[in-house]
């Protein structure tokens, strides 16, 4: 497991400012999130981000007065968040920690908190559920989690949204196992663009269940609109603000689960 987390880590220490840009070019991934976090977190609202990358989501909720605590396994990662809070105005606290070492740092509890990035890496699945049980012992009873994973599909629309790489995909036996995942409804554990865990919708809730939460929602990040992204986005933005606000309303069928590349789980803590 070592050897996977360093992997992952130079990964992110390698393209934090594309990790930063990446939301730039894919914006219904946080214009839904945002869209479905709103409804919970409040201004003056502790958070704290785990795995949150170069701090798009975590300098957001700074912006709106929350008190956020950013932490991610690559230092990188955590010096373009401070220098992005900077430019925007916002202080947050931060650390560079592996989010299976929480325990360590000495934190207290927190109203809110992001699991938004480590169950993408974590390939067993012993430490997607320590991941979780730690993020859980630093939230507040009554408090919400938002925890999102990596659809199986994403690299399927990743390749209908690049002409020419499902030949070369094909022929690739990791690919052709991510393939086959999705067809059985597994997960695929494994090697993609670093070390990556991509879950079938079907295994979120069965995932989630075993921890004391609530489920309050489970939705698709990018709603209907990943294969068809590039295309949306060269649009007139009046066309492009009507599909937002019709994409809202799809956000939770589950049948629809498969056009987005990431879901999220909301939960309130319901115990300990």
């Known amino acids: 497991m070592k050897e996977e987390i360093e992997i992952v880590k130079h990964y992110y220490e390698e393209n934090s400012e594309s990790e930063w840009q990446r939301l730039e070019a894919h914006p219904f991934e946080f214009v839904f999130t945002t869209y479905m976090m709103d409804r919970y977190i409040k201004p003056g609202d502790t958070i704290l981000d785990i795995g949150g990358g170069p701090g798009r989501y975590a300098i957001h909720y700074a912006k709106k007065g929350c008190d956020v605590t950013l932490l991610d396994l690559a230092k990188q990662n955590i010096s373009i968040a401070l220098t992005k809070a ?42 997607r559920i320590k991941a979780v049980e730690l993020a859980l012992k630093h939230l507040k009873s009554g408090g919400n989690i938002y925890v999102s994973f990596i659809l199986g599909f994403a690299g399927i629309i990743y390749d209908l949204k690049n002409p020419g790489l499902i030949e070369q995909d094909y022929q690739n036996p990791l690919a052709r196992q991510l393939i086959e995942a999705i067809k059985t409804q597994k997960n695929y554990e494994g090697d993609a663009f670093t070390k990556a865990c991509f879950y079938h919708q079907k295994n979120i809730l069965p995932f989630m269940e075993r921890f004391p939460l609530r489920k309050l929602h489970l939705f698709g990040q990018e709603g209907i609109f990943s294969p068809n992204e590039d295309s949306l986005l060269q649009r007139d933005e009046t066309e492009i603000a009507l599909w937002i606000e019709i994409g809202k309303g799809f956000l939770e069928l589950e049948e629809l689960l498969s056009y987005s590349e990431h879901a999220m789980y909301i939960g309130k803590k319901t115990e300990y």
Do not use: Q
């Open 86 to 127: 900077k430019e925007a105005g916002v202080a947050l606290k931060t650390y560079v920690a592996n989010c299976l070492d929480l325990d360590s740092l000495g934190l207290e509890k927190f109203d809110h908190v992001f699991l938004m990035g480590p169950l993408y890496h974590l390939l067993e699945e012993t430490d």
